[in-house]
Nanobody, 121 residues
Framework: QVQLVESGGGLVQPGGSLRLSCTASGSIFSIHFLGWYRQAPGKQRELVAGITSGGATNYADSVKGRFTISRDNAKNTVYLRMNRLKPDDTAVYYC???????????????WGQGTQVTVSS
């Protein structure tokens, strides 16, 4: 069984910074993709940033230059550093991991429980 645990959300003023963390644990054979999604009230969930097993990254246009995704393979952890936060960044942020569990025949997606990020003065 695989579990994802997120941390790092909270309330921050516009222009401030936060760092989100997500750690995967359990019977993991290999991790192929880690990403952060967000969902604001009344909106669809959207991909914010992703990083592949090879280290390639991609970002939503709205966060380019402000957010940075990184991973620590030894810890099965992905981070999202968010700088110059704006009120429009307010949302629940979800960690997503595509991995091959030990004994499984194919990869699957796993999701974290979500962490609230609120940007407000």
């Amino acid at each position: 069984q695989v579990q994802l645990v997120e941390s790092g959300g909270g309330l921050v003023q516009p222009g401030g910074s936060l760092r989100l963390s997500c750690t995967a644990s359990g019977s993991i054979f290999s991790i192929h993709f880690l990403g952060w999604y967000r969902q604001a009230p009344g909106k669809q969930r959207e991909l914010v940033a992703g990083i592949t097993s090879g280290g390639a990254t991609n970002y939503a246009d709205s966060v380019k230059g402000r957010f940075t995704i990184s991973r620590d393979n030894a810890k099965n952890t992905v981070y999202l550093r968010m700088n110059r936060l704006k009120p429009d960044d307010t949302a629940v942020y979800y960690c997503n991991v595509n991995l091959l569990a030990s004994g499984a025949s194919s990869r699957a997606d796993y999701w974290g429980q979500g962490t609230q990020v609120t940007v407000s003065s």
